[in-house]
């Protein structure tokens, strides 16, 4: 920036062309759309309007913004608007976007590259109107607020006030000098007296750093550091640390030996913010590297314990760090249970990081340390959990291996009614829902009680693939229902041996036929006796005995040998378990249960009646007719990650009463949609929608019908078919009303990759704003209804509509659905 652009005004016709195309673009549906929000002044009786976009449309190509700043206020005065305050133009990680791909770095930038500390608090900006009132902004409001708790605009205006009186400097002096330069001051506010970040700032540490001064004008234009340095000693701001690096070769290496230890020159650091200019153009260009640890450590440790406080239940799913996690946890919770003003102030903000270094002390480590590999080892195997051993605490899941007819159910149900309080049987033939994995969610819900401490997950599994799937299950699902300290035994029933499994054909079709329609999926007078010869031949062609050296079986704990015989096999099945779970595990059966015990349970098990009907899908195509696509959608992988993600976002807002009951209803009563999807076209758009969305089905069909017609199972029961292509996506803004939850996502303009990571370029998301319909608040609303509550809260109707932003840069992944 040259020295003459200092005194450089915009004039009142550059700033209303400005606002003409702010308001145009408040006006848009989604893309490039703008918010307005009129603020009072805390000292003055002028007004000036915070304009804002949307996180994800800074940055895009296809997107042109009025104004790239974050954090834009223009004087409220048709006549004479002026721009009041000014933050930077929004600025990228490295590798976030294409600008700041180290290559890009190397081509379209020049030095030298100003490295300044990034540092850890609430952005401020400070400028001033014409008659000297000092003007104080958050990032997009300023004013009395009573819609907030604190309000950082009042708290840093207030340290700004001290802070001039310190350096003996008149208020409206300063004031006057900010306007007469036409600039505005951004400092970070961090002060763990007013609210707590990630690092620490207490006593002399606390304060307004200084850190750049923008023009207020539309192109984006700062000051030098050295100039910003010289402007901080003036006025009292604490400094921020900079340095000039000549070269991105020497800038790349400094930066990865930072990252490797987690600080600068011993200090705990969370990245730097770094400035260039352009190569074409000569503007300033900024770019940032955040150290991803241990300040991602951190953040989990402030909402795990959060989370605490609120549910007082520590089952959690984590993506990272889950050992040492744990072992916080372990230490922090007894002392959240003893002192609840700690935790009235840890939900404030406040004693977030004493709590945490109360943690380190504990382990004698630095985070650092602790992050360090082979620090790690050594921690999991001081305090590793003994997952070997069997107490009181331990409890079991029994996986049977068999076909239909071998008496698996009439076996569990004796088990089951010899112990009614502590064990409990899942059916998989009661799982009507699509999402194949709730007869595992069903089996831990049930294991999570306090007095269960076995459930037998009623299922064949004569298949390699089905026991895999069920451990895989087991590994995925279970620290979202256990402890993550819970030891679980898993113990395999094989009914009978490869070698027997003639006799056992023979057997289980006359017990099959004899049985009639009491079977939940075989019913002999709606198939006839051929179909249920096919059926179960089917099954037993199928059968894979077990393989205790080999995966899956060779993860059972225990795998118990039984025999199905003409007479009372499950009875005797039933007694045989016994033994073997009273010898291996006699924390579970701590004695066998008499003989008149053992037969009542048998014969009370054989009053079973199936309640919900089961059609059992055949082999074969008997439609030979091609089924046709109802909708393409994305099929989220990582549910569980997207509620924690909305969780998070509730927990940080400031929601009206109203707004928060109706959120929670997700939580409280369960009303998350079953799967989370992503609609990418559907057929009522083949007929009714745009040209564009007509031809986008189109080349959807195109693409998929040929795995529609190949598809080995085309029977008209099959809800969908999941293809290799997938979907990439960030969640941007949580909204919902009284009727429906949804989140606005952002998609590529071609979202769809195949399988060798190749985007499709026929195919486009065909919705005009992307999103994930996530609960149904109120009973009777179609999904559908999504689209009209998005596109509501995008152009900023707040009548009986909430919504929040994510705070959240993550990528998530969807797999490309054809649903029927």
Same mark, same amino acid.
């Given at each position: 920036?040259?020295?003459n ?9 550059d ?19 703008a ?30 913004? *009025?104004? !790239? ?60 109107? &014409? ?33 001039? @009186? ?44 200084l ?37 991105? @070769? ?23 913010v ?31 314990t ?41 939900m ?8 945490r ?25 001081? !305090? ?14 029994i ?43 069903? &089996? ?63 057997? /289980?079709?006359?017990?099959v ?10 019913k002999? &007078? ?25 995966? *899956? ?12 015989s003409h007479?009372? &096999?499950?009875?005797?099945n ?35 009646? *199936? ?10 195509? /008997?439609?030979? @007719?091609q ?43 369960? @009303? ?20 564009d ?27 969908s078919? /999941? ?38 370029p ?21 999904p ?5 509550l ?31």
């Amino acid at each position: 920036m040259s020295e003459n652009a200092v005194s450089l005004r915009p004039t009142s016709e550059d700033i209303r062309e400005l606002v003409q195309e702010l308001e145009n673009a408040a006006q848009l549906a989604s893309r490039g759309k703008a918010t307005k929000r009129v603020c009072d002044l805390f000292d003055s009786s002028k007004k000036v309007v915070s304009w804002k976009f949307q996180e994800w449309d800074y940055g895009k190509n296809n997107i042109q913004l *009025p104004c !790239n700043a974050r954090g834009l206020f223009i004087l409220d005065d048709p006549e004479k608007p002026e721009i009041v305050a000014r933050g930077y133009d929004k600025f990228f990680n490295i590798g976030e976007v294409v600008s700041t791909k180290w290559e890009t770095i190397e081509a379209d930038t020049v030095g030298p590259y100003d490295v300044t500390l990034k540092s850890n608090g609430c952005i401020i900006l400070i400028s001033a109107l &014409s008659d000297g009132t000092i003007v104080v902004c958050s990032k997009h409001s300023t004013g009395p607020r009573t819609d907030v708790d604190r309000s950082h605009a009042e708290s840093g205006g207030k340290y700004l006030l001290e802070q001039l @009186k310190k350096a003996n400097v008149d208020p409206e002096t300063f004031g006057r000098e900010l306007y007469d330069l036409n600039i505005t001051a951004v400092a970070e506010y961090c002060d763990d007296s007013f609210e707590e970040h990630i690092l620490e700032y207490k006593g002399d540490k606390a304060g307004l750093y200084l850190h750049g001064i923008n023009l207020n004008q539309r192109t984006f234009a700062t000051w030098p550091m050295e100039k910003v340095t010289q402007f901080a000693s003036k006025y009292g701001f604490k400094p921020t640390t900079y340095f000039a690096i000549e070269d991105v @070769k020497s800038l790349k290496k400094f930066l990865d030996e930072c990252s490797e230890r987690g600080s600068y020159d011993a200090l705990e650091v969370e990245g730097f913010v770094i400035r260039c200019h352009s190569r074409t153009n000569g503007q300033d260009f900024f770019f940032k590297y955040k150290f991803e640890e241990p300040y991602l450590m951190y953040r989990q440790w402030r909402e795990v314990t959060k989370d605490y406080i609120t549910t007082k239940c520590r089952i959690f799913k984590f993506r990272k760090h889950k050992f040492i996690t744990n072992q916080y946890l372990d230490f922090v919770i007894p002392i959240l249970d003893n002192d609840p003003e700690l935790c009235e102030r840890y939900m404030k903000g406040f004693g977030i990081i004493s709590l945490r270094n109360m943690f380190l002390q504990h382990y004698g480590m630095s985070a650092m340390e602790i992050l360090n590999y082979e620090k790690v080892k050594e921690l999991e195997l001081r !305090n590793a959990v003994d997952f070997d051993k069997v107490d009181e605490n331990t409890k079991f899941l029994i996986f049977p291996i068999a076909v239909i007819g071998c008496g698996k159910t009439t076996t569990a149900l004796t088990l089951k009614n010899l112990y009614p309080d502590s064990w409990a049987v899942v059916q998989n033939d009661d799982i009507t829902s699509k999402d194949k994995s709730m007869l595992m969610k069903k &089996s831990l819900e049930l294991l999570a009680k306090p007095n269960i401490k076995c459930v037998v997950v009623d299922r064949n599994n004569h298949q390699y693939r089905e026991r895999q799937q069920l451990f895989t299950w087991l590994a995925d699902l279970k620290e979202e229902y256990l402890p993550y300290d819970t030891n679980i035994k898993v113990i395999g029933l094989s009914f009978f041996a490869a070698d027997d499994l003639q006799n056992v054909r023979e057997l /289980t079709l006359n017990r099959v036929l004899a049985r009639g329609d009491n079977h939940q999926s075989i019913k002999f &007078s709606v198939y006839g006796e051929k179909k249920v010869i096919g059926i179960m031949q089917g099954f037993i062609n199928r059968f894979q005995p077990v393989a205790k050296s080999k995966s *899956p079986d060779n993860k059972f704990d225990l795998i118990i040998p039984l025999q199905v015989s003409h007479t009372d &096999s499950s009875l005797k099945n039933a007694r045989e378990i016994l033994h073997k779970l009273n010898h291996s595990y006699p924390q579970l059966v701590p004695s066998i249960p008499s003989e008149e015990e053992i037969k009542e349970a048998f014969t009370k098990s054989l009053a079973y009646k *199936p309640t919900i009907i089961k059609h059992i899908k055949e082999k074969g195509n /008997t439609n030979p @007719k091609q089924r046709k696509a109802v909708y393409y959608s994305a099929h989220i992988k990582e549910r569980q990650a997207i509620i924690d993600e909305i969780q998070k976002a509730i927990k940080s807002s400031n929601l009206s009463k109203r707004g928060r009951a109706c959120i929670e209803k997700l939580f409280d009563q369960d @009303k998350f949609q079953p799967a989370f999807h992503i609609t990418l076209s559907h057929k009522s758009q083949a007929k009714k929608g745009t040209e564009d969305q007509k031809s986008n089905w189109k080349n959807f069909a195109s693409r998929y019908d040929k795995i529609i017609s190949t598809y080995e199972e085309k029977d008209e029961n099959r809800s969908s078919i /999941t293809t290799a292509d997938i979907v990439k996506f960030e969640i941007k803004k949580l909204c919902w009303d009284e009727k429906i939850g949804s989140i606005i996502i952002d998609l590529p303009e071609h979202p769809v990759i195949d399988c060798n990571g190749q985007i499709v370029p026929e195919l486009k998301a065909g919705n005009a704003i992307s999103h994930i319909t996530i609960g149904i608040l109120q009973p009777g609303v179609a999904p559908f209804y999504s689209n009209e509550l998005c596109g509501r809260v995008l152009k900023g109707s707040n009548e009986d509509t909430w919504s929040l932003d994510f705070d959240c840069c993550d990528q998530f992944e969807a797999q490309v659905r054809i649903n029927f």
